[in-house]
């Protein structure tokens, strides 16, 4: 199968020069993570902007200033294969497609999972491709603070579990920024450039204004803002079934149980797709 057989050709770009305002606006009314950037007034791509890269540059308002240059591509007539080994490797959800230098196309993880893997016949487990590292945390943990834990774990998923330990929610780094604003923040600090004995300058001081952007979180909670109706599977489940219920829920992760009904992995859409280069 071909990028051109799965690739949607109908997708969302932002042109530069342009801000972030705008690009958060375009994620926001289209419900995507990631956008191409092509030079204004054509398809060139240039660039490529997540949602994750407004996340980490809080100070800088300037698409070309925040977006990733050093690009992945794919061609409308290489196989499937090859997109899922180019994310696979370089740990990314999507990749442009290209004919020459002109945008054509986009191929996400969701599209090898909607239109290409449910229809496969695998049947490894789950608990293959499955992330057993999953970070975690109360669902009553202030979402500040449930931001911080995602983080740490440099990863754009979080699960919420309940008073008894039990997966009660989960929350993606897309919900973290729709409950969020970016604010400025002014610190001074006080230098003092006089030197002992000199009795001129031992009072004077310089004062830095330090003008710095930072995401700022209301008060809810993290059972305020996470989907608690989860759809779930077990480390026994056979991946095109997985796939199957991610494309009937358009979701992109889903936590994984053991035998036990206990909580033990997170398999996520760029976890699947390794099967189909395996």
């Known amino acids: 199968m071909q990028i051109k057989d799965i690739m949607s050709e109908e997708i969302h770009y932002i042109p530069v020069p342009g801000n972030r305002g705008n690009a958060l606006e375009l994620m926001r009314e289209n419900n995507v993570s990631g956008l191409p950037v092509v030079k204004k007034g054509t398809k060139k791509l240039v660039g490529i902007l997540t949602r994750t890269d407004l996340v980490e540059n809080p100070d800088e308002e300037q698409i070309a200033l925040i977006m990733t240059r050093d690009m992945i591509t794919v061609g409308p007539d290489d196989d499937i294969k090859d997109a899922a080994k180019k994310m696979a490797e370089n740990d990314i959800r999507r990749v442009p497609v290209v004919d020459g230098e002109e945008l054509v196309g986009l191929v996400t993880a969701s599209d090898l999972i909607n239109k290409a893997l449910w229809k496969m016949e695998i049947n490894d487990p789950a608990e293959n491709y499955m992330l057993r590292n999953v970070p975690t945390t109360w669902e009553r943990t202030p979402l500040k603070v449930a931001f911080e834990i995602m983080r740490y774990f440099n990863l754009k998923v979080l699960l919420a579990l309940n008073n008894e330990g039990k997966a009660s929610g989960i929350l993606t780094e897309t919900d973290f920024l729709d409950e969020s604003e970016v604010v400025s923040e002014q610190t001074v600090h006080n230098t003092s450039v006089g030197t002992e004995g000199d009795k001129w300058s031992w009072d004077s001081k310089n004062v830095l204004y330090v003008i710095k952007n930072h995401l700022q979180f209301s008060d809810k909670e993290v059972r305020d803002v ?23 829920r358009n979701i992109e992760q889903m936590p994984v149980i053991d035998v036990e009904g206990e909580l033990v992995g997170l398999v996520r859409a760029g976890d699947l797709i390794k099967s189909i280069i395996d």
């Open 226 to 248: 996470a989907t608690t109706d989860l759809a779930i599977v077990t480390t026994k489940t056979a991946v095109k079934d997985c796939a199957n219920k991610m494309r009937q």
